[in-house]
């Protein structure tokens, strides 16, 4: 497993399983979900086996945190808070497109889209 896309190994059961019994999808039909490309950060990737990149169906930004954090459990404490909410040193990006002046989390996501987490850094 040495590249990119075989680190998704692990999200490839995400592939049709995320949306389909194991993630909730608030609605959403199997055949609306588009299949994006989750780009984790450094700090993120071993809660998720590892993987540079992995693949999550949903419709919305907002579904693709859902399927995410259903696929991969421990990104939970990370991504959201206690009232499961996306945390507020949790940036999001659809194509580099911050989606804080998009649509939020109700941000439309095609497929191929990437989706980019970047957890916020303070230093001095």
């Known amino acids: ?4 896309t075989d680190s998704t190994t692990n999200g490839s059961a ?7 019994g194991s993630a909730p ?17 450094t700090v993120l990737r071993p809660q ?8 999550i169906a949903g419709a919305t930004v907002g579904e693709i945190i859902t ?11 990370s991504l ?3 009232d ?12 580099d497109e911050d989606v804080r002046f998009a649509e ?5 996501v095609a497929a191929g889209d990437e989706v980019a987490i970047l957890p916020a850094v303070a230093g001095g």
Do not use: C, Q
């Open 104 to 108: 939020g989390l109700d941000t439309v």
């Open 25 to 41: 999808t608030a609605g959403t039909s199997a055949t609306a979900a588009a299949t994006a490309t989750v780009r984790l950060p």
């Open 1 to 4: 497993m040495s590249t990119a």
């Open 14 to 20: 995400t592939n049709g399983s995320a949306t389909s």
């Open 48 to 55: 998720a086996g590892g993987a540079t990149t992995v693949e």
């Open 67 to 77: 399927n995410l954090v259903a696929a991969y459990p421990g990104l939970e404490s």
């Open 80 to 82: 959201l808070d206690d």
């Open 84 to 95: 499961g909410n996306v945390r507020k040193f949790v940036n999001l990006y659809v194509d």
